[in-house]
Structure formats: C-alpha cells, structure tokens
C-alpha cells in the first residue's frame, strides 16, 4: 500500500461525549455544528472515548450513531467519523448502519474502529458478544473486511427509480457477500451500497495493537501523541494517512483536537483556509483517498435469472 503524497495537513474534532450528551439534551446541536464550522475542521469524531485509553472512561449514555445522525443534519460539508467496534458489534450491523448515514449525508460519514471498545460492561470486558474469541486486531481486521464486501452486495444503481415501472431494481445485480473469516456472513446487505462505496475506515491503534496490521488494512491509522515516536515510523511507512490527536504532531497527515468545552472558544489551531477551487463532495475526496476498486465479478446471485 502505497502512501499518498498530500498537498495539505487535514484537522479533525474529537468531540466528548460529554459535549455531544449536553448539546442534544439542551437543544444546542446547531450551537455545536456553528463551532465546528468555526473551527475549519475537516472532520469530527464521534465517540472517541470507547478506542482511545487516553480519554475519560465513556459512559455509554449516547450511542455515536445517534450524536452522528444528529450532527449531520445540522452541518452541511464537515465529514463526521463513527466510533463501532466490532468488539461489541457485529459486522452486519456496523456496514447497515455506516451505509445508512452515508445516504443520509450524501457521502460525509467515515468509520472509527479500534480492538477494544472501552464501554463494553465489564463480564465483555475480555469477550466478545457475537463470536468466542474476545477482542484482537484480527478480529477488527475481518470485520472490516467483512463490512467492505457486504457494501459491493447491494449495487446502489440497481435502484430502477422510475415511478411508472413495475420493478424496483435490475435484482439480477444484487449478490450474496459469502465472506469467511471469523465472522461468516452470507448477506447481501439490506441497504443500498453507500455513495461512497467504500466508507473510509480509520483505526484508532493502541499500544499493544497490531499496529502494522491497522495501517495495513484502514485507510486513517491514527496514534495517541504519546506513541508517534516508538510506532510513527511503521506507520508512515504503510499507512494511507497518518493522523495524531495532537495538534502540535510534525510530520503527519492530520491532527486531531479534542474539543471537552464549547464556551471555552477553540485556539488548537489557526482556522486552515480552503484550498483554491474547494468542494466539498465525500469525506473520501476531502481525504484525497484513491477511489475503490471495482467489486470482484463472479458473485452468487441472490435473484438468479
């Protein structure tokens, strides 16, 4: 895997729970999605507290998919990562649900994942809930595998979209994901693929994680500030991005802030102009990510003939 070369540093919110939690109660999401556009992030990151061991312990009292669903209606360019592990959750579950906010953002949304998922209670501490081996890189590893496959099994442009005709989609299109791996799953997917096709998966790698594997595998691998010496290195070497909850970091991709207070103003960084010509269009184009490759050909069909 090649590393791309980047013509512009990208800058990330680490949102806390605690912020998300008292913007949603109080009614203060658009205050919230006004900071962040304020801030000139690319992305924010919802949920960070259940990969990053550095964080307040989370206390599981917001879903990220619900505090995502949330900031995407009230923002209109930022892309926003969702924090799912597939510690806790299965890999049906998490393409389903990532490829149904795509849609509902037009292609902004990208996945954090990590190996351990810190809100798990603490009999699943050391377990995992849909198979019998507990949390490791190679589990997150197939999951994400398994979500990538289970994305191509639905082709969105199969979607007839015609109000006069008798069928809904060219079904013959439509194929079973038949991955194996740890997870066996036979699909197809019961959502349309996302307008991203591939949503950008980023992991959030710890000490003590197969690190190499991370970079390997995701498209973001992104490092606590106090690990970038001893792990930085690998990582560049492999890793399509580089990204540090550092703001200061030197030598990576992007930065990412973490934001714990809205009334306390934002001075990580100096808002970041826009690039000459600037569009926002899909989290994976403001990333510059290669597009994904074409889905294999060859597929079981679910609607043979």
Do not use: C
């Not at 902004?108 to 377990?127: K, Q, Y």
């Not at 540090?244 to 808002?271: E, R, Y």
């Amino acid at each position: 895997m090649s590393v791309i070369q980047r013509s512009r540093t990208f800058y990330g919110l680490a949102l806390g729970e605690h912020v998300l939690v008292d913007a949603i109660r109080r009614g203060r999401v658009d205050e919230l999605a006004a900071f962040v556009d304020r801030t000139g992030a690319d992305f924010v990151l919802v949920g960070v507290e259940r990969v990053s061991r550095t964080a307040p312990r989370p206390t599981a009292a917001l879903s990220p998919s619900v505090s995502a669903a949330a900031l995407i209606a009230a923002t209109a360019d930022v892309g926003v990562f969702v924090t799912a592990v597939p510690h806790l959750d299965h890999p049906y579950n998490l393409a389903r649900r990532l490829a149904s906010l795509d849609h509902t953002s037009r292609g902004r949304v990208g996945w954090l994942t990590g190996v351990e998922d810190r809100s798990a209670p603490g009999n699943l501490a050391s377990a995992g809930v849909w198979i019998e081996s507990g949390p490791s890189p190679a589990v997150t590893t197939d999951a994400i595998h398994a979500s990538r496959t289970l994305w191509e099994s639905w082709p969105a442009d199969t979607i007839r979209g015609r109000p006069d005709d008798v069928r809904f989609a060219d079904s013959g299109r439509i194929v079973y994901a038949d991955h194996q791996g740890i997870f066996d799953i036979a699909g197809p997917l019961n959502v349309p693929a996302p307008p991203q096709q591939k949503i950008p998966v980023a992991w959030w790698a710890q000490e003590g994680d197969d690190i190499v594997s991370a970079a390997e595998v995701s498209d973001i691998v992104v490092l606590a500030g106090g690990d970038v010496d001893r792990h930085g290195p690998a990582v560049r070497e492999r890793a399509l991005l580089f990204v540090v909850d550092d703001p200061d970091a030197t030598g990576v991709d992007g930065h990412i802030a973490t934001v714990t207070d809205l009334d306390a103003g934002f001075s990580a960084w100096a808002k970041p102009p826009r690039p000459r010509g600037y569009r926002q269009r899909s989290l994976r184009a403001t990333l510059r990510l290669p597009d994904p490759a074409p889905a294999p050909t060859g597929r079981r069909p679910v609607y043979p003939g």
